[in-house]
């Protein structure tokens, strides 16, 4: 089945600072990669996602970067706010709905 | 609150016990989908459901059963089969056909055995 990795599992960032956190798949079918973030004691929720069509998506001050040939994806957030601070899942699937989720990576934005 | 309910949000055990998790969802969804969640160790699959009468094994199934008789609920029975059940189970629901579609999350049930 597939495996998705994500790197690292913390990251601390100054508040205003970009925030990167990378994903590898590692089934070349998969064509579907969401991002979701899960404050603490709250519910995971999709704040992003990008289709194996498509290179890069923003949403406001988040974008995704997919590399198929590498077969990683990226979450970039940039002017980090304290209300980023949750945990982010990355997650691919390929056609089926059956998504397979990283281990999440802790994000803590310092003010 | 979502279209998605778990119910209830905190549930103890005894050991020995099986005990079952509700999820409804009102989203006019197609598929539903349990996970539970340890720390450090992400979301893992242990069932999933396409379609009423129909559900298939994830990642993780032994130790537990579900049912899908109605398209709007998916309860999750965790048996006395499953070695280590404490954890926090969260349910989704998506519209399926197909084409991946994003993912609606309850708001999840903490078991805890006693």
């Known amino acids: 089945g597939e495996n998705v990795e994500q790197h690292p599992s913390t990251l601390s960032v100054q508040e205003g600072d970009s925030a990167v956190i990378k994903c590898t798949y590692s089934d070349s079918a998969s064509n579907y990669f969401p991002w979701y973030k899960q404050e603490l004691g709250k519910r995971p929720q999709l704040i992003i996602d990008i289709r194996s069509n498509v290179g890069e998506k923003k949403d406001q001050r988040i974008a995704v970067t997919l590399n198929k040939t590498a077969k990683h994806f990226s979450l970039h957030i940039t002017e980090t706010q304290p209300e980023d601070s949750a945990v982010y899942f990355c997650?691919?699937?390929?056609?089926?709905?059956?998504?397979?989720f990283g281990k999440g990576n802790q994000v803590v934005v310092i003010p | 609150d979502g279209g998605i309910t778990q119910s209830p949000k905190y549930l103890f055990r005894k050991e020995g016990q099986n005990v079952t998790l509700s999820c409804e969802q009102n989203l006019n969804h197609d598929a539903m989908y349990w996970y539970r969640q340890d720390p450090g160790q992400g979301l893992r699959l242990i069932y999933y459901s396409q379609i009423v009468n129909d559900f298939q094994k994830g990642d993780i199934a032994e130790g537990y059963s579900v049912s899908r008789e109605k398209k709007e609920s998916f309860p999750l029975t965790v048996t006395s089969a499953q070695k280590n059940p404490t954890a926090f189970y969260l349910c989704a629901s998506s519209l399926t056909g197909g084409s991946n579609t994003e993912a609606f999350f309850g708001q999840g049930t903490r078991l805890t055995v006693v």
């Open positions: 997650a691919a699937s390929k056609g089926n709905n059956r998504l397979a």
